[in-house]
């Protein structure tokens, strides 16, 4: 019966060590056969940024800014229908979260209830007062409404910036949501940081409007005189200079829109002629064609003014009525610029601006040398720990370091089983390992030693070495364990990789350090009648 | 092989008010230097800001990176030599709002009016909001308290309550000395420092558990011997595993620190420190609380 047990635990100890080399090949032999791809697990460890090099983001939506904008178009909206209702409004205009009306007659301020109220079931009057026979009307929107702006904001701006990151090219970024207003991107292996955070948080907001058409337009631009009502000041965009100085160049535009990028149906880079520099060319869809058409064909001779984010790009002049639906975006940027401009025209603006909240960026130089460093650290201390353990123990710590070595082994072949990342941290975490997962063979050895003291036999002290130390193994792996649990709720990217390598070397450790040592005695007792113990 | 010999007999016991005078003149000057730095020294994951790690072909002056920098109007920076024999610095910036696009890269392009464009490489970039920093300095607060209660809370659930309180407040004894050092030798308390904290308290436990273990086995086969004596035979019969493990674990902690490269030195330099405190305290600090909890009813 004994032999039937010691039989079985070896063939679990053989298999999951097949098990674990098989998981490990990926990852050790870059060239793997055909039917290994065919049957066979393939996936490598999977490497953290800060090791492989890369980019983490943590971009935060300003979903207050889509709920301003969601506003103001109600607004126009309540201004057409209240318009073609003959109900006369004396003011509308949003105050922070709200929009504010004023009414003066008391039949106007009940038909004006009325109509919010059938018609806008997204907005609810929540408080009136009357001033002076004025009567002032706040209405904001429901909660429900609100909840589901912001929702539809932050999952717009995740489709938007999956978009462009898929169009910038980049091999297996991850792009999701985390809580109420913030994405997370991962981009492993970019080479120009910079240039895909720039692409990734433009707002990209397209829109043509016409030059003002004022005589005196440069004192405006220049402050000398007031800005005319229905107009305003905008910068050119960055890179053009103005006689050589380092101004940008303004413009005063008049501030209706006449078009926006949404009837953009693709953009492309042409490429540099002898006579200009590389522009993008649009492609409107049928309804931005014959808006564009209709505009054109009023404006010809007059400026219109191409507009991104609120910097001018061009002001061309209309020389003739352009249908077809073909516009084009010239400026002072070289092709590399061009390309990310058409990348964000194709994939559209972002419903809100965002911000940076967190940026973890590792050159992949510096990644290569913590990869080194780390394995630097593991076989030095590796090492030392196997010294110390044969010198100390000898017999036993051939057991101990047989223990440690499948101990790695399985804790590499589980990092690649389950997919987790190994991070710097992580890699700190297998080093750290090392060192403490002899606590259970340490603790099992110097209780064997203690029962020889007492005058034990070989099989006897080994016995209550074992059965005695378990306890104490099991509670203090349990305790590491939960440290390591809440490490891993506690912290993001690297810190977990830590967490996961620590939990998973635990585990393993009890396993190496308890049943394979034992198996090993176990063998020797039964089938070598070993006497001493050598420890 | 024995480092420790058979029948050692240390009296723990009687050096406890040593060790407790040690232990509160390190925490007292530990909170001096915090009181002196105003707080503890926190990275810029738990304040906010932007930090870039550069290197440099050739070594390179302090003082001409703070010129470039100076020149660019971009803030009160401090600049880092990371010892790498003057090559390589890590140059920090507070951030005050939440518009952040192109801190690092107004940076990046100041150092390369000053020294040209390719003369140095940029090795990382991290950048954290305020409102990120202050998420993450409250979770790591909240991880580190909830780590030590339950700790306590274990052992007190698989030994006896006394035990539990002795190992907490080893713990957070530990906690208090390691925070207390980094402060005195400047390691900045980051998130990979945090990590290595709750690791601590996590290994730090261990010997408790394994000293407790030994005085409940003790206790039950002795019923007459004094507690006093008990927990130090105890403790003396698991000097040699305690020596041991704290011994191998430090042999791979000092591969770390000094092999590991610089990202993780702090990281390793917390471990360190942890690891030798949390075994000094599981002798002197948590077993001598169980002795005095053991005492305390009694003079009622």
Redesign the interface.
């Known amino acids: 019966m004994k032999n039937s047990s010691l039989l079985y635990r070896v063939l679990l100890i053989l298999g999951l060590t097949l098990v674990a080399i098989v998981y490990l090949m990926p990852t050790l032999v870059t060239n793997l056969p055909q039917f290994w791809k065919d049957y066979l697990p393939t996936q490598r460890v999977h490497l953290g940024l800060?090791l492989q090099g890369g980019t983490h983001l943590?971009l935060?939506v300003d979903v207050d800014k889509a709920l301003e904008n969601t506003l103001d178009h109600d607004i126009e909206d309540l201004k057409k229908e209240a318009a073609d209702a003959k109900v006369a409004i004396d003011g509308i205009e949003r105050k922070g979260n709200r929009i504010v009306a004023r009414i003066g007659s008391g039949d106007a301020r009940t038909q004006f209830t009325d109509l919010v109220k059938e018609r806008f079931p997204n907005l609810t009057v929540e408080d009136s007062s009357t001033e002076g026979g004025v009567a002032t009307l706040q209405i904001a929107m429901t909660k429900r409404e609100e909840q589901r702006v912001r929702d539809l904001a932050l999952d717009q701006s995740l489709e938007t910036i999956r978009n462009r990151i898929d169009q910038f090219g980049v091999t297996e970024p991850i792009i999701q949501r985390e809580g109420t207003q913030d994405i997370l991107i991962q981009l492993p292996g970019i080479q120009d940081?910079?240039r895909a955070?720039d692409l990734i948080?433009r707002t990209a907001v397209l829109e043509f409007k016409m030059l003002a058409d004022v005589p005196d337009a440069d004192d405006i631009i220049a402050g000398k005189k007031p800005v005319p009502p229905g107009t305003e000041v905008l910068k050119g965009a960055e890179g053009e200079r103005v006689g050589g100085r380092a101004q940008r160049q303004q413009y005063l535009v008049q501030s209706k829109t006449q078009m926006t990028g949404d009837v953009v149906a693709d953009a492309l880079v042409r490429p540099a002629t002898q006579m200009e520099g590389p522009y993008v060319a649009l492609e409107l869809n049928a309804r931005g064609a014959k808006q564009f058409d209709t505009l054109t064909g009023a404006n010809v001779g007059k400026r219109l003014a191409i507009i991104l984010d609120n910097n001018v790009y061009s002001a061309p002049v209309i020389r003739e009525r352009i249908g077809g639906g073909h516009a084009s975006i010239t400026g002072n940027f070289d092709i590399k610029e061009a390309r990310d401009l058409a990348i964000v025209l194709r994939a559209g603006a972002l419903p809100a601006p965002v911000?940076?909240?967190?940026?973890?960026?590792?050159?992949p130089?510096?990644g290569q040398?913590?990869i080194r460093?780390?394995i630097?650290?593991?076989v030095?201390?590796?090492s030392?720990?196997f010294i110390?353990?044969l010198?100390?123990?000898k017999f036993a710590g051939v057991l101990a370091d047989l223990a440690l070595t499948l101990n790695i082994l399985f804790l590499v072949a589980a990092l690649s089983a389950f997919q987790a990342t190994l991070t710097?941290?992580g890699l700190?975490g297998v080093?750290?390992t090392?060192?403490?997962a002899?606590?259970a063979n340490?603790?099992i050895n110097?209780r064997i030693?203690?029962e020889l003291?007492l005058g034990k036999s070989a099989r006897a002290a080994i016995a209550a070495g074992y059965e005695?130390a378990l306890?104490?193994i099991l509670?203090?792996n349990?305790?590491?364990f939960?440290?390591?649990l809440?490490?891993f709720?506690?912290?993001?990217g690297?810190?977990r990789g830590?967490?996961i390598t620590?939990c998973i070397g635990l585990v393993s450790s009890v396993f190496t350090a308890v049943v394979v040592t034992r198996v090993v005695y176990d063998y020797l007792l039964t089938y070598r009648r070993l006497q001493t113990v050598s420890v | 092989m024995e480092l420790i010999k058979p029948g050692t007999n240390i009296d723990f016991i009687r050096l406890r008010f040593v060790a407790l005078g040690v232990s509160w003149a390190i925490i007292a000057i530990g909170i001096f230097s915090l009181i002196y730095h105003g707080g503890p020294n926190y990275g810029i994951d738990f304040t906010g800001g932007v930090m870039v790690h550069v290197r440099f072909p050739q070594a390179v002056q302090v003082n001409d990176i703070r010129d470039a920098l100076n020149s660019a109007k971009l803030g009160e920076s401090t600049i880092q030599d990371f010892g790498a024999g003057g090559t390589e610095f890590l140059i920090r910036l507070p951030v005050e709002s939440s518009e952040t696009q192109g801190i690092s890269d107004a940076m990046t392009q100041a150092l390369a009016q000053k020294f040209g464009k390719d003369a140095f490489q940029v090795l990382r970039v991290e950048l954290v909001g305020p409102r990120v920093g202050q998420d993450l300095r409250q979770r790591a607060v909240l991880a580190v308290m909830f780590a030590t209660v339950l700790m306590g809370a274990y052992i007190w659930l698989r030994f006896e309550l006394r035990f539990g309180i002795g190992a907490a407040i080893a713990l957070v004894h530990d906690v208090f000395i390691v925070v207390g050092i980094l402060s005195l030798t400047g390691y900045e308390i980051d998130l990979t420092v945090v990590a290595a904290l709750l690791t601590v308290v996590g290994f730090s436990v261990h010997d408790t558990v394994i000293v407790c273990d030994r005085i409940r086995e003790n206790m039950r086969k002795s019923r007459r011997e004094s507690m006093g004596s008990l927990i130090n035979r105890s403790i003396n019969e698991t000097l040699s595993r305690t020596v041991l493990t704290t011994g191998t674990a430090i042999l791979v902690i000092l591969a770390l620190y000094f092999l590991g490269g610089n990202v993780i030195r702090g990281f390793a330099f917390t471990l360190l420190i942890g690891f030798i405190v949390g075994t000094y305290s599981s002798i002197f600090i948590a077993s001598p609380i169980v002795l005095w909890m053991e005492r305390a009813p009694a003079r009622r």
């Open positions: 800060d943590v935060s940081p910079q955070k948080g911000h940076v909240a967190e940026e973890r960026t590792v050159g130089s510096l040398d913590s460093q780390g630097m650290s593991f030095v201390g590796g030392l720990v110390f353990m010198v100390y123990y710097l941290p700190a080093v750290l090392i060192g403490m002899v606590d340490v603790l110097e030693r203690e003291r005695r306890p104490a509670d203090t349990t305790n590491s939960l440290a390591g809440i490490l709720q506690f912290g993001s690297p810190v830590f967490a620590l």
